[in-house]
C-alpha cells in the first residue's frame, strides 16, 4: 500500500496533495510553518483548492487511510514510500538556473529515503537534472545505491495557476522512471487519479525535455505577438483585430501581446538555454524570444508616457493608478510579475504610481518587491489610469469617476468594456 508524501505545498504541491489524498494516505510537508497551519485551518493562500474541497480531505493524524496530513515535521515522512517532489526551480538575477530549492528537498527526502522507495520529481528542470543533480544528492544523504536500492521519477508539473476548470486532474500526465518497470509504477500511480489520462515518456530525460519546451514554445510564440504590437502601433493599426482576422485561418495559433512574467513562460526557456550553451550551442530564437519579452514592460511605459504627452499631461508630480499587480489574472501570484518593470519606468519620470490589486497580499509585495499596494481602490482621481492585469473584479469599476478632467486610459491586456486612449 503507497503511502505518499509531497514535498512543497505550494501552487503545484497542494493541488496534488488534494487529488492523491482521495484515495491515497498522503503527508504534505512544507518548511513554511506558517503555510502548513493555515493549511490545517482549512484555507489555501494561493485560491488553488477552495476551503470547501481542502476540508474534505485533511485529516488530523498520519494514520488513515486516505487523506491528507500536512506537517514541517521531518518524522511524518519516514513513514512514507512514494515521494513527490515540488519545491520552485527559480533563476537568479543573472538568469541562471537556481537548483538549491531541488538540491535542500533532495537533502530532506535522502534523510528519511528507505530501501524500495521512489522519488518522483515534478519542478521543471533541464533535461539531466534529476538524475545527474538530485539523485546524487539522494544517494550522498541516505548511503542507498541508485536503481538497486531505491528509484526515481519524473512527472512535470502542468499547473495553472488561476485556472479552475484546467486543473491537476484535467490535465494529461506526462510520466518517466529511471526504469522500464518504475516508469510502469510511476504511471500507473498518476493514472490512478489523473482523469485526463497519462503519456509514459522511455525515460526520465524526454519527460524533463518535454516540459521544459512547453513554456520555451509558448514564450517564443508570445514574442512574436509582442513584436508584431509593436510594429502594428507605429503603423496605427490594433493588433488585436489584426490577430482576430488572422485567427480566422484554422491552423493559425491564437497568441495575445502581453508581458511574459510567472514561474513558468519567463523562467523556462533559460533552463533550456543554460542546457544548450553547456553542450556548446547558442540558442539564438530561444534567448531573442527572452531579451523581447523582457522589454516589455519598459516598451509600455514609454507608450504610456507618449500618450499622456500627446495629451498634454506634464508628465513630473502626476498620479498613475496601476490595475493589477500579480503576474496573471484571477490569480495571487506575484512571482516574477513584469508590471514591476512598467511601475519602475514610470516612478524614473516622476510619476507617483498608485497600486491596486485586490488579490496580492500586501506583505509579500513589499518584501518582494519593496512597493505599496491598495487592496481597496483609492478614493481620489488620477492623471492617468493603467490596465495591467485583467483580474475579473476590475470590469465592475466605473473608471471616468477615477478620472481627472485631463487624463489618459491604457489597457495592457484589452480587457475593459470602456473606451480607452490606447491598448496594447
Given at each position: 500500500m503507497k503511502k505518499i508524501a509531497i514535498i512543497g505545498l505550494g501552487y503545484v504541491g497542494l493541488p496534488l496533495a488534494r487529488l492523491f489524498a482521495t484515495k491515497y494516505s498522503v503527508i504534505g510537508f512544507d518548511i513554511n510553518k506558517k503555510r502548513v497551519d493555515i493549511l490545517n485551518e482549512g484555507h489555501d493562500s494561493t485560491l488553488e483548492v477552495s476551503d470547501e474541497i481542502l476540508k474534505a480531505v485533511l485529516v488530523d493524524n498520519s494514520n488513515s487511510k486516505s487523506g491528507l496530513y500536512c506537517t514541517y515535521d521531518l518524522e511524518n515522512l519516514k513513514e512514507c514510500n512514494v515521494f513527490i517532489i515540488t519545491v520552485p526551480t527559480p533563476v537568479d538575477r543573472n538568469n541562471r538556473p537556481d537548483l538549491t530549492p531541488l538540491y535542500k528537498a533532495s537533502e530532506t527526502v535522502g534523510k528519511v529515503l528507505k530501501k524500495g522507495d521512489i522519488v518522483i520529481y515534478e519542478s521543471t528542470v533541464y533535461p539531466g537534472v534529476t538524475e545527474e543533480e538530485c539523485v546524487p544528492v539522494l544517494e550522498r544523504i541516505s548511503g542507498l545505491i541508485f536503481n538497486v536500492d531505491f528509484?526515481?521519477?519524473?512527472?512535470p508539473e502542468?499547473?495553472?495557476p488561476g485556472d479552475k476548470e484546467h486543473t491537476v486532474e484535467k490535465i494529461l500526465k506526462v510520466t518517466a522512471g529511471s526504469t522500464p518497470e518504475i516508469g510502469i509504477i510511476v504511471d500507473n500511480l498518476y493514472k490512478s487519479v489523473i482523469a485526463a489520462g497519462t503519456h509514459l515518456a522511455p525515460n526520465i530525460k524526454v519527460a524533463e525535455a518535454a516540459k521544459v519546451i512547453e513554456n520555451s514554445q509558448r514564450d517564443i510564440n508570445i514574442a512574436f505577438v509582442n513584436e508584431l504590437a509593436k510594429i502594428f502601433n507605429l503603423m496605427n493599426i490594433n493588433t488585436n483585430?489584426?490577430?482576430?482576422?488572422?485567427?480566422t485561418k484554422w491552423n493559425f495559433l491564437h497568441f495575445k501581446p502581453g508581458l511574459v512574467g510567472g514561474h513558468c513562460i519567463?523562467?523556462?526557456p533559460y533552463y533550456l538555454a543554460q542546457r544548450a550553451q553547456e553542450f556548446g550551442y547558442h540558442p539564438e530564437i530561444i534567448l531573442a524570444g527572452r531579451r523581447l519579452n523582457d522589454s516589455m514592460g519598459e516598451y509600455i511605459a514609454s507608450q504610456i508616457i507618449k500618450l499622456m504627452i500627446k495629451k498634454g499631461i506634464a508628465?513630473?508630480?502626476?498620479?498613475l493608478l496601476m490595475l493589477g499587480l500579480t503576474f496573471k489574472e484571477n490569480c495571487p501570484d506575484i512571482r516574477n510579475t513584469k508590471i514591476v518593470d512598467v511601475i519602475k519606468v514610470l516612478g524614473e519620470y516622476g510619476i507617483e504610481v498608485v497600486i491596486y490589486d485586490p488579490?496580492?497580499?500586501p506583505l509579500e509585495v513589499k518584501y518582494e518587491y519593496n512597493l505599496d499596494v491598495c487592496s481597496n481602490i483609492p478614493d481620489q482621481k488620477f492623471d492617468a489610469i493603467v490596465l495591467g492585469v485583467a483580474h475579473n473584479e476590475f470590469l465592475d469599476l466605473d473608471l471616468p469617476n477615477f478620472q481627472k478632467d485631463l487624463s489618459v486610459i491604457y489597457d495592457v491586456k484589452n480587457f475593459l468594456r470602456l473606451n480607452v486612449d490606447a491598448k496594447l
Open positions: 528509484f526515481a521519477g519524473y512527472s502542468r499547473i495553472n483585430d489584426v490577430l482576430e482576422a488572422a485567427a519567463g523562467v523556462d508628465i513630473k508630480g502626476t498620479t488579490l496580492a497580499n
